[in-house]
């Protein structure tokens, strides 16, 4: 028995060493060829455990780059369609002041409304005039309550000449905009001077409300700014629009519209692995991210402990994830290394070469087999 202790031990140590790569974390990722094992797709695949499915792998190309590249202008065109057009015509809505003229009648004219006769005593009162109210009616002399909401001030013109000739002879009147209240914008995020924005009889453009909002900061991400209207949201990829010559002061906002710039702290990749310095990467100043740029910015690939043809990026998805494989000991993969473009949240994965990870099960192995010695000895 004082004999037998000891190379127990060591054979039990020895038999963890030769398992150990099945159950020490984070040192390899598991790819098979086998097909059964992901439900009878052909193809490599991440290989099951207790927590995840198997996971198909695509293989990264600049076939695949390019063809994923296309699929983005695609979309970017049809999302163009819908948003871009020519603006309508500012109309009238509750809350708007009209400044309104009749010809030849000074009495008519020094009729302002309610309390509104007076210079404004701060910048936040309206302008003198007559103000619409919250049912969208106007009250002038004469001619009474008239609705005017969703009218042109050439349209509310004519409906109050027609109502004023009742009682006078050719009325010549005159409608314009004192103040406008009605309808407004809104620019969130990553801006200097966020807020809400008037829209008036000028067309409000992208590039026109970014500006009047400070213009971007130092850490919009120009790609991610998210447009939401009428219950969607659109992202709106600058680079992307100026790239396939789709003007961005084309796109005119509508009432109600809300910009949001969005961080691009909050788009960044997570790198992992056989890296030098393992953290996370951020879009640059245009919003991009390829996969070179992520590598550069963590330091590049670890030399002496990656595995240069496992390279994997891991990109979450709805109900599972989707993973690409780089072999990237071909010249050719740091072109599709910088072709390919990242998303937010994608995680960049470099796997260490077979002798790292069995250099590392060892360093965790030894302590157990300088704990089964020592044991032995002391039984001697």
Same mark, same amino acid.
């Given at each position: 028995?004082k004999h037998f202790f000891p190379r127990t031990a060591v054979a039990i140590a020895l038999a963890a060493m030769l398992s150990a790569c099945a159950?020490?974390?984070?040192?390899?990722?598991?790819?098979?060829?086998?097909?059964?094992?992901? /439900?009878?797709?052909?193809?490599?695949?991440?290989?099951?455990?207790?927590?995840?499915?198997?996971?198909?792998?695509?293989?990264?190309?600049?076939?695949?780059?390019?063809?994923?590249?296309?699929?983005?202008?695609?979309?970017?065109?049809?999302?163009?369609?819908?948003?871009?057009?020519?603006?309508?015509?500012?109309?009238?809505?509750?809350?708007?002041?009209?400044?309104?003229?009749?010809?030849?009648?000074?009495?008519?004219?020094?009729?302002?409304?309610?309390?509104?006769?007076?210079?404004?005593?701060?910048?936040?009162?309206?302008?003198? /005039?007559?103000?619409?109210?919250?049912?969208?009616?106007?009250?002038?002399?004469?001619?009474?309550?008239?609705?005017?909401?969703?009218?042109?001030?050439?349209?509310?013109?004519?409906?109050?000449?027609?109502?004023?000739?009742?009682?006078?002879?050719?009325?010549?009147?005159?409608?314009?905009?004192?103040?406008?209240?009605?309808?407004?914008?809104?620019?969130?995020?990553?801006?200097?001077?966020?807020?809400?924005?008037?829209?008036?009889?000028?067309?409000?453009?992208?590039?026109?409300?970014?500006?009047?909002?400070?213009?971007?900061?130092?850490?919009?991400?120009?790609?991610?700014?998210?447009?939401?209207?009428?219950?969607?949201?659109?992202?709106?990829?600058?680079?992307?629009?100026?790239?396939?010559?789709?003007?961005?002061?084309?796109?005119?906002?509508?009432?109600?519209?809300?910009?949001?710039?969005?961080?691009?702290?909050?788009?960044?990749?997570?790198?992992?692995?056989?890296?030098?310095?393992?953290?996370?990467?951020?879009?640059?100043?245009?919003?991009?991210?390829?996969?070179?740029?992520?590598?550069?910015?963590?330091?590049?690939?670890?030399?002496?402990?990656?595995?240069t043809a496992q390279m994997f990026v891991i990109r979450p998805g709805g109900d599972a994830a989707r993973v690409y494989h780089l072999d990237s000991?071909?010249?050719?993969?740091?072109?599709?290394?910088?072709?390919?473009?990242?998303?937010?949240?994608?995680?960049?994965?470099?796997?260490?070469?077979?002798?790292?990870?069995?250099?590392?099960?060892?360093?965790?192995?030894?302590?157990?087999?300088?704990?089964?010695?020592?044991?032995?000895?002391?039984?001697?």
């Open positions: 028995m159950f020490a974390p984070g040192f390899r990722m598991p790819v098979s060829g086998d097909a059964t094992a992901s /439900g009878g797709d052909a193809g490599p695949h991440i290989e099951a455990t207790a927590a995840t499915p198997a996971i198909p792998v695509t293989e990264l190309d600049l076939a695949l780059v390019r063809r994923d590249a296309d699929r983005r202008k695609m979309n970017q065109d049809q999302q163009a369609k819908r948003l871009f057009g020519a603006p309508k015509a500012y109309t009238v809505g509750a809350g708007d002041v009209l400044q309104i003229v009749v010809w030849d009648h000074p009495e008519l004219a020094a009729a302002q409304g309610a309390g509104q006769s007076q210079a404004p005593a701060k910048t936040s009162d309206p302008a003198a /005039g007559f103000v619409v109210d919250q049912k969208g009616n106007l009250r002038f002399p004469y001619a009474g309550t008239l609705a005017v909401a969703g009218l042109r001030t050439d349209e509310i013109q004519q409906k109050l000449a027609t109502a004023l000739s009742t009682y006078l002879v050719k009325p010549q009147v005159t409608v314009r905009m004192a103040s406008y209240r009605a309808r407004q914008v809104y620019v969130d995020g990553q801006v200097h001077t966020p807020g809400a924005l008037s829209l008036t009889d000028v067309p409000l453009s992208f590039y026109d409300a970014i500006a009047r909002a400070g213009g971007f900061n130092d850490n919009a991400d120009q790609s991610d700014v998210v447009l939401v209207r009428g219950g969607d949201s659109y992202r709106i990829d600058v680079p992307q629009l100026l790239a396939q010559g789709l003007n961005p002061s084309k796109l005119y906002l509508k009432e109600g519209d809300l910009l949001r710039v969005t961080s691009r702290d909050d788009n960044g990749v997570y790198v992992m692995g056989e890296v030098n310095k393992p953290g996370s990467a951020a879009p640059r100043r245009d919003g991009r991210l390829t996969l070179a740029d992520a590598l550069s910015q963590v330091g590049s690939i670890n030399s002496a402990t990656a595995d000991r071909s010249p050719v993969s740091m072109l599709v290394a910088n072709e390919f473009e990242l998303q937010p949240k994608d995680v960049v994965y470099v796997d260490g070469s077979g002798l790292v990870r069995f250099n590392r099960v060892i360093s965790l192995l030894m302590p157990l087999i300088s704990t089964g010695l020592t044991a032995g000895v002391i039984a001697k």
